[in-house]
Structure formats: structure tokens, C-alpha cells
């Protein structure tokens, strides 16, 4: 089946799970384990800025996730009407002030020239960066905008091996990469490509899955970021406390989380494989 796509993620599941275990059995948090440079990374909230919402509705969502202690505010842009997208960016940076962290997310809506013409001008709007705003394996046209715009571009997000980001690194496709564990084959894999492009002189920023990711962007050289997410909290008994822009690496052993009576009550105990006669 190759070196990606579900091959890969299911192996990542059980990857993930040993890493676990095997900083529970060392007493120590997994960040601690990996050996982490940090207590607390920057964390951004992507989660109220999708296209759907109203603008006030996105002013709002930010509103209340700076109040709870997340830094950052990405909103989506990548809209059919690109005048649009500027102004729902102009919105939040003024309703958000200057100093507040902005990215935007394209999610590989646009094509060279629109990416282009857009990235120049976002420029004004002081962005920490655009993320993927070509198709994902445009490794070619993500280092283009790379070189010629100031604002720093970011993605990785799809890709799903560790091969495929060292495409990417090699491309010089991107200032910040986005690599997701569970889709790259779990920490292992992202261990490896996180030492790449620490090499490479890379930002880090994974995405989804903070409540691993966390312990991985602790343990990065680089001053990293993580995505705030809570669409995985029914699964787990335990939250990540924000503070001041920061999420808090948990100080419980491993991940930090234990399965939510609802996640269990999804699960089944045991599986059968094969029918027996
Ligand atoms: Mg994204």
C-alpha cells in the first residue's frame, strides 16, 4: 500500500500509543521525554474563522478566545469573490488590533496568480503567515511565493509521509511547516521530519491534534506554534489550559489524557477479524 495514506495513519495510531506508554513507564510528560525546550508553546485559535461565519460572528469568536487565553486568530480565506476575503481580513485586523497575532488559511483555494496577487495585498496586514495557498503538492509555487512575498508562507497540513514534507523542505516550498503525526505515520515519523527542518532553519506550526502536538512543538529548537482545536474534547476526561497565548504542557505522565466515558461508550472492546467456520 505504500509509504502513505491509511497504511501510514494506522500504523500511526500504535506509533503514538508506544510513545505514550513509553513516557508513562519514565514518569515524565511526553514533552519532558522528547526533551522539551519549553513549558508553554504560542497557541492560535482556528476554529472561529471559517468561511461560513459572518464576519461578526468570526469578531466575535476572536473576542472570546483571546479572553480565554489563546493568542493567535487564523481566519479562512479563499472565498470565490477574493474582495471579499480582503475585507473580512481588514475587518478582524482592526477589530483585533495590531499586536494580536493574524494568520490566514487558503486551504489550497487558489491558483499561482491569485495567490500571488493576494499575498501582496495581505502584506499590509502584517500576517504571521498564509497558509497553503496553492494546491498542496505545488511544492514549486509555494517556494515562489516563499521567495518573492515578505509575509511568511506555511503548509504541510495534507501531505502524508515523511517523504512527501521532504519534497516540500528540499523545494524550499515553505517558511513554516505544518506537519500533522497522525498523518505521517505518528511521532516517530515526525521526529524525523522535525529534525529536517530545524535543519532547513524552519518554523514549526503542526496542525490539528493538539493534545499531541503540543508535546511535539515543546520539544522543537524553534519558537513554535499550536492550533487550538477542542473538537477532540468529548474524547478525553482532561483540557488544555490556555494562558496569556500560551497552552500549557500538561505535567501528567505521557499525553496527559485518558479516555472519556463517551469515547469509550464509541469504542467497542474487542474486534473479530476473519469469520471462523
Ligand atoms: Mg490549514
Known sequence: MGRSGVATQALAAVDI????????????PLAKFLGSYRDSVKTYNTSGGFLNATLE?????????IEEGIGGIKVKVGLPDSKEDLRRVAGIREHIGGDVPLMVDANQQWDRATA????????????VWIEEPLDAY???????LAQ????PIATGEMLASVAEHKGLIAANGCDIIQPDAPRVGGITQFLRLAA??????LGLAPH?????HLHLAAAYPREPWVEHFDWLDPLFNERLE????RMIVPDRPGLGVTLSDQARAWTTESVEFGAQP
Open 148 to 151: 518573492v512575498l515578505d509575509t
Open 57 to 65: 460572528e468570526v469578531k466575535n469568536r476572536a473576542t472570546r478566545s
Open 116 to 127: 500571488l496577487r493576494m499575498g501582496r495585498q495581505l502584506e499590509e496586514f502584517n500576517l
Open 17 to 28: 500509543a508506544l510513545y505514550d506508554l513509553k513516557a508513562k513507564r519514565a514518569g515524565l
Open 208 to 212: 490539528f491534534a493538539m493534545e499531541i
Open 196 to 201: 529536517l527542518a530545524d535543519e532547513r532553519g
Open 242 to 245: 490556555t494562558k496569556d497565548g
Open 138 to 144: 505545488d511544492f514549486e509555487g509555494h517556494a515562489h
